[in-house]
T-cell receptor, first 114, second 110 residues
């Protein structure tokens, strides 16, 4: 197992632009979740994918969307970026459903919107 | 009232001391209780998890859950400078999202 890898590590975007963040999960990890962590705050749940379908979503607007691919990689897309979207975006994956405690987190992508 | 409340600290203790970190929660439907450690510029790392009231021990770490009081704790014995990090409590439902606390910044002073 090689862990969870996220890219890029840092990113600066302008308000109104679109961004795609990428995550590569461990082989066999069918469930992936994305979290947003603002400075000084705990991670906030964005959404979860299981076997390439979204099966849970937090209080985030539709401009936050995602994809999960058969090769255990996934993407988080954010359209019409706002200044408040500046945060650390974390990807977490696990092997099975119903086992929330088994998540492995990546180191995150630090997004700055100017 | 927030679902999960956690004092952000910072908390500074001398090396070797026992550290006590706490969270309260309001939703009695939570089924899983976890503690994560997060170093600067890193993602959270799972330290402890439990799904019942009582204590669970793993090395220098003890997690305690009191469902009747909606209160969870993490104790760190013989604290080391390498334990300096942000500690996040987290709670979840089966097949659902994890709700994190804000995190407590801990400094262990050599």
């Amino acid at each position: 197992e090689t862990g969870v890898t996220q890219s890029p590590t840092h990113l600066i975007k302008t308000r109104g632009q679109q961004v795609t963040l990428r995550c590569s999960s461990q082989s066999g990890h069918n469930t992936v979740s994305w979290y947003q962590q603002a400075l000084g705050q705990g991670p906030q749940f964005i959404f979860q994918y299981y076997r390439e379908e979204e099966n849970g979503r937090g209080n985030f607007p539709p401009r936050f969307s995602g994809l999960q691919f058969p090769n255990y990689s996934s993407e988080l897309n954010v359209n019409a970026l706002e200044l408040d979207d500046s945060a650390l975006y974390l990807c977490a994956s696990r092997r099975d459903r119903g086992l929330n405690y088994g998540y492995t987190f990546g180191s995150g992508t630090r997004l700055t919107v100017v | 009232q927030k679902e999960v409340e956690q004092d952000p600290g910072p908390l500074s203790v001398p090396e070797g001391a026992i550290v006590s970190l706490n969270c309260t929660y309001s939703n009695s439907a939570f089924q899983y209780f976890m503690w994560y450690r997060q170093y600067s510029r890193k993602g959270p790392e799972l330290l402890m998890y439990t799904y019942s009231s009582g204590n669970k021990e793993d090395g220098r770490f003890t997690a305690q859950v009191d469902k009747s009081s909606k209160y969870i704790s993490l104790f760190i014995r013989d604290s080391q400078p390498s334990d300096s990090a942000t500690y996040l409590c987290a709670m979840g439902y089966r097949d659902d999202k994890i709700i994190f606390g804000k995190g407590t910044r801990l400094h262990i002073l050599p």
